[in-house]
């Protein structure tokens, strides 16, 4: 298994602003993922962070907004830009356990924009 | 479009008594459904999971079913404890463009009455 620390765990912005959301993984992963939880909806894939190469993105989710940082292997940044309202969400990431076909999630980041 | 659905919100019931949570998918490519539960201001942890060949995965007082030509499959926990009130997602796994990826649904709010 592998534990993740994840902070802040939540914070208020302004909106215009920007947060950038931190994940320290006890282990060296390759691949370290993002995750969006809006109120009342799934959990919804942001991108998929690789050590060395830039970060590959889902549909509805571009670089300029979501920044990320991959710096090395066990170590990975999301910044929400220009925050709105509307990206009032919890932030997770994760990591797989390809033996056990597992995903491991830290605690997740509540932010509110108001 | 949501491919991994969980229609039931919430679900309530008396300890001792066996939980069912639902959980439907569109996509015939899943290759794996795993479940998971969270906790308030924490993240998912994973709880069981049946790869698609299967039709049934037990693991103490939890059991998923899988029936693949209904595209449905349940999590059984019995009996039902106190602790096991939580949210239960439902996720499933397919591989796209060589990278696998997880899809949730919005999970249920399971609550076990003493």
């Given at each position: 298994s592998a534990v993740i620390s994840q902070k802040p765990s939540r914070d208020i912005c302004q909106r215009g602003t920007s947060l950038t959301i931190q994940c320290q993984v006890d282990s060296q992963v390759t691949m370290m993922f993002w995750y969006r939880q809006q109120p009342g909806q799934s959990l919804t894939l942001i991108a998929t962070a690789n050590q060395g190469s830039e970060a590959t993105y889902e549909s509805g989710f571009v670089i300029d907004k979501f920044p990320i940082s991959r710096?090395?292997?066990?170590f990975s940044t999301l910044t929400v830009s220009n925050?709105?309202?509307?990206?009032?969400s919890i932030y997770l990431c994760s990591v797989e356990d390809r033996m056990n076909t597992e995903a491991f999630f830290g605690q997740g980041t509540r932010l509110t924009v108001v | 479009d949501q491919q991994v659905k969980q229609n039931s919100p919430s679900l309530s019931v008396q300890e001792g008594r066996i939980s069912i949570l639902n959980c439907d998918y569109?996509?015939?490519?899943?290759?794996y459904f795993l479940w998971y539960k969270k906790y308030p201001a924490e993240g998912p942890t994973f709880l069981i999971s049946i790869s698609s060949i299967k039709d049934k995965n037990e693991d103490g007082r939890f059991t998923v079913f899988l029936n693949k030509s209904a595209k449905h499959l349940s999590l059984h926990i019995v009996?039902?404890?106190?602790?096991?009130?939580a949210v239960y997602f439902c996720a499933a796994r397919w591989t796209q463009g060589g990278s696998e990826k997880l899809v949730f649904g919005k999970g249920t709010k399971l609550t076990v009455n003493p």
């Open positions: 710096p090395n292997l066990t925050m709105s309202p509307e990206d009032s | 569109t996509n015939s490519m899943f290759d009996p039902s404890q106190p602790g096991d009130s």
